[in-house]
């Protein structure tokens, strides 16, 4: 079992910045892909940003050249470096781990943490 907790979360002006962690509870960014989602309110959950464990990056459009996913395998942690905040971002974040083999797929999710950006 891996827990995932989300934080950073928080009121933000637009324009401004924030910087999201998802903390493991054990080392797995090795060997999963990390990933970031989020759902707006009344809304389904979106992927935001993922890292595969060779280090490789994907974004949503909607986020391109204004979020930044890492990872610090040292501290068991990804970050989401999130700037130009727009109030279409507004939404609760979630951690999302996954791996497969041939037998089964391996996925963990965190709690959540909530981004509203508003003036």
């Known amino acids: 079992q891996v827990q995932l907790v989300e934080s950073g979360g928080g009121l933000v002006q637009p324009g401004g910045s924030l910087r999201l962690s998802c903390t493991a509870s054990?080392?797995?960014?090795?060997?999963?892909?990390m990933n970031w989602y989020r759902q707006p309110p009344g809304r389904e959950r979106e992927l935001v940003a993922a890292i595969t464990p060779g280090g490789r990056t994907n974004y949503a459009d909607s986020v391109k050249c204004r979020f930044t996913v890492a990872s610090d395998s040292a501290k068991n942690t990804m970050y989401l470096q999130s700037n130009s905040l727009k109030p279409g971002d507004t939404a609760d974040y979630y951690c999302?781990?996954?791996?497969?083999?041939?037998?089964?797929?391996?996925?963990?999710w965190g709690q959540g943490t909530q981004v509203t950006v508003s003036s």
């Open positions: 999302y781990a996954q791996r497969s083999d041939k037998i089964r797929v391996y996925d963990y």
């Open positions: 054990r080392s797995i960014f090795k060997l999963y892909v």
